[in-house]
């Protein structure tokens, strides 16, 4: 069965260092990625389709070393790897102000249902209605944050994380100009010796 190609992220840089951190002290290819760059790329994965894989194609005006060329892959996986722990650990820790928040709004509501009902048999009056219903207000207003948790703010971390997963895991192909040929290229050996011999 034929494989689907990935889909290709295509970055145009001057050099091979606009990709990375400047101002990271670490190693050339240890260095967390540029800023810039990496909005770049995460921006144009967020529109590619989510079950194909990717291919980041950096196309540069100045060839680089191989020295460098060799474990961008590499430095390129690592950043996003390490972006995507940071995000589990983000997604982990707002599951468990979930669960906390759920608890103290279930206990909050409880206790508030409770003094409405309370209320409600100490007899039917104007202030003891106003109360009581402010009470079930009060309650129901408490569980908000947790219903908010989990209804809402939960899709936007776990698809970040879905997305820096996927680019841990991306190909990098590097492409450099081709050498440009001299305009007047150099005469063949013997060619050259006659010169040298015909100058003196």
């Keep these: 069965m034929e494989k689907t190609p990935p889909a290709a992220i295509k970055l145009r840089l001057r050099e091979l260092a606009q990709l990375f951190n400047s101002i990271d002290p670490s190693p050339f290819v240890d260095r967390d990625l540029d800023a810039d760059a990496e909005e770049f790329i995460t921006s144009w994965a967020r529109e590619l389709p989510p079950g194909q894989n990717l291919e980041l194609v950096i196309e540069l005006t100045v060839p680089s070393t191989t020295e460098r060329i060799a474990g961008v892959e590499d430095a390129v996986r690592r ?9 589990r650990l983000e997604f982990g820790q707002l599951m468990r102000r979930g669960r906390l928040s759920l608890g103290v709004g279930l206990v909050f509501l409880v206790v508030c ?9 100490s007899g039917s009056n104007t202030a003891a209605d106003i109360l009581r ?7 129901w207003v408490a569980m908000w944050r947790p219903l908010e948790i989990y209804l809402y703010d939960w899709w936007p971390l776990y698809e970040e994380r879905r997305r820096l997963d996927r ?3 991306i190909r990098v192909r590097i492409e450099m100009p081709e050498a440009v ?6 005469p063949p050996e013997h060619e050259r010796r006659e010169m040298t011999q015909a100058a003196a």
């Design 79 to 87: 950043y996003f790897s390490t972006r995507a722990a940071i995000k």
């Design 113 to 121: 249902l409770l003094l409405g009902e309370l209320l409600a048999k």
């Design 133 to 139: 219903e402010g009470l079930t207000i009060g309650g």
């Design 167 to 169: 680019l841990a895991q």
């Design 181 to 186: 040929p001299a305009l007047f290229p150099a």
